[in-house]
Protein backbone atom coordinates (compact mmCIF):
# COMPACT_ATOMS: atom_id res chain seq x y z
CA UNK A 1 0.00 0.00 0.00
CA UNK A 2 1.24 3.63 -0.77
CA UNK A 3 2.41 5.66 2.21
CA UNK A 4 2.28 9.09 1.95
CA UNK A 5 3.79 11.97 4.17
CA UNK A 6 2.91 15.62 3.45
CA UNK A 7 5.19 17.81 4.93
CA UNK A 8 6.28 21.93 4.37
CA UNK A 9 2.83 23.71 5.71
CA UNK A 10 3.33 26.95 7.95
CA UNK A 11 2.57 30.16 8.47
CA UNK A 12 2.50 33.07 5.83
CA UNK A 13 1.51 36.55 5.54
CA UNK A 14 -1.05 37.06 2.33
CA UNK A 15 1.35 37.16 -0.59
CA UNK A 16 3.89 35.18 1.06
CA UNK A 17 5.03 31.47 -0.22
CA UNK A 18 5.26 28.30 0.70
CA UNK A 19 6.85 24.76 -0.89
CA UNK A 20 5.04 21.35 0.05
CA UNK A 21 6.35 18.18 0.07
CA UNK A 22 4.73 14.64 -0.31
CA UNK A 23 6.78 11.79 0.05
CA UNK A 24 5.74 8.36 -1.32
CA UNK A 25 6.68 5.16 -1.03
CA UNK A 26 5.57 1.66 -1.19
CA UNK A 27 4.66 2.15 -4.96
CA UNK A 28 6.34 2.48 -8.64
CA UNK A 29 5.59 6.21 -8.01
CA UNK A 30 6.80 7.09 -11.61
CA UNK A 31 4.37 5.89 -13.78
CA UNK A 32 1.68 7.34 -11.58
CA UNK A 33 -0.60 10.56 -11.93
CA UNK A 34 -0.49 12.56 -8.74
CA UNK A 35 -2.43 15.41 -7.20
CA UNK A 36 -2.53 17.84 -4.58
CA UNK A 37 -5.98 18.74 -2.71
CA UNK A 38 -6.53 20.29 0.09
CA UNK A 39 -9.40 21.09 2.49
CA UNK A 40 -10.30 24.16 4.01
CA UNK A 41 -12.39 24.79 7.56
CA UNK A 42 -16.07 23.87 6.96
CA UNK A 43 -15.39 22.76 3.11
CA UNK A 44 -14.97 19.53 1.15
CA UNK A 45 -12.08 18.36 -0.03
CA UNK A 46 -11.02 20.05 -3.06
CA UNK A 47 -8.26 19.79 -6.14
CA UNK A 48 -5.33 21.57 -6.21
CA UNK A 49 -3.21 20.20 -9.06
CA UNK A 50 -2.19 17.28 -10.54
CA UNK A 51 1.22 16.16 -12.66
CA UNK A 52 1.03 13.39 -14.77
CA UNK A 53 3.94 10.46 -15.62
CA UNK A 54 5.12 12.55 -18.33
CA UNK A 55 5.41 15.89 -16.46
CA UNK A 56 2.35 17.49 -18.13
CA UNK A 57 0.48 19.11 -15.79
CA UNK A 58 -3.46 21.15 -14.57
CA UNK A 59 -4.18 23.57 -12.31
CA UNK A 60 -7.10 24.38 -10.80
CA UNK A 61 -8.86 27.80 -11.79
CA UNK A 62 -8.82 29.13 -7.70
CA UNK A 63 -4.31 28.85 -7.94
CA UNK A 64 -3.26 28.82 -11.88
CA UNK A 65 -0.27 31.07 -12.33
CA UNK A 66 0.54 31.13 -8.71
CA UNK A 67 0.97 27.05 -7.66
CA UNK A 68 3.15 24.82 -9.05
CA UNK A 69 3.43 21.30 -9.12
CA UNK A 70 6.06 19.29 -9.87
CA UNK A 71 7.85 15.65 -9.22
CA UNK A 72 11.15 13.98 -8.59
CA UNK A 73 10.89 9.95 -9.22
CA UNK A 74 14.15 9.56 -8.61
CA UNK A 75 13.41 10.27 -5.27
CA UNK A 76 9.54 9.67 -5.04
CA UNK A 77 8.56 12.76 -4.47
CA UNK A 78 5.84 15.13 -4.89
CA UNK A 79 6.41 18.81 -4.48
CA UNK A 80 3.75 22.19 -4.15
CA UNK A 81 5.59 25.35 -5.03
CA UNK A 82 2.83 27.83 -3.69
CA UNK A 83 3.59 31.63 -3.88
CA UNK A 84 1.22 34.92 -3.92
CA UNK A 85 -0.93 33.35 -1.24
CA UNK A 86 -3.85 34.79 -0.24
CA UNK A 87 -6.31 34.16 2.58
CA UNK A 88 -8.30 31.59 0.79
CA UNK A 89 -5.42 29.36 0.33
CA UNK A 90 -5.55 28.21 4.41
CA UNK A 91 -6.67 24.46 4.15
CA UNK A 92 -5.03 21.50 4.35
CA UNK A 93 -2.81 20.11 1.96
CA UNK A 94 -3.19 16.54 0.98
CA UNK A 95 -1.45 14.35 -1.74
CA UNK A 96 -2.79 11.14 -3.45
CA UNK A 97 -2.81 9.87 -6.48
CA UNK A 98 -4.93 11.51 -9.57
CA UNK A 99 -7.77 10.66 -9.24
CA UNK A 100 -7.69 10.13 -5.44
CA UNK A 101 -7.92 6.60 -3.67
CA UNK A 102 -9.25 6.30 -0.43
CA UNK A 103 -5.50 6.37 0.68
CA UNK A 104 -4.72 9.46 1.96
CA UNK A 105 -1.80 11.00 4.80
CA UNK A 106 -1.90 13.13 7.64
CA UNK A 107 -2.04 16.26 5.33
CA UNK A 108 0.20 19.66 6.48
CA UNK A 109 -1.88 22.81 7.16
CA UNK A 110 -0.78 25.73 5.84
CA UNK A 111 -2.53 28.99 7.16
CA UNK A 112 -2.20 32.88 5.41
CA UNK A 113 -2.93 35.26 7.80
CA UNK A 114 -2.00 38.81 8.38
Known amino acids: QVQLVESGGGLVQPGGSLRLSCAAS????????MGWYRQAPGKQREWVAYIISSGSTNYADSVRGRFTISRDNAKTTLYLQMNSLKLEDTAVYYCNRFPATQNWGQGTQGTVSS
Open 26 to 33: GTIFSTYA
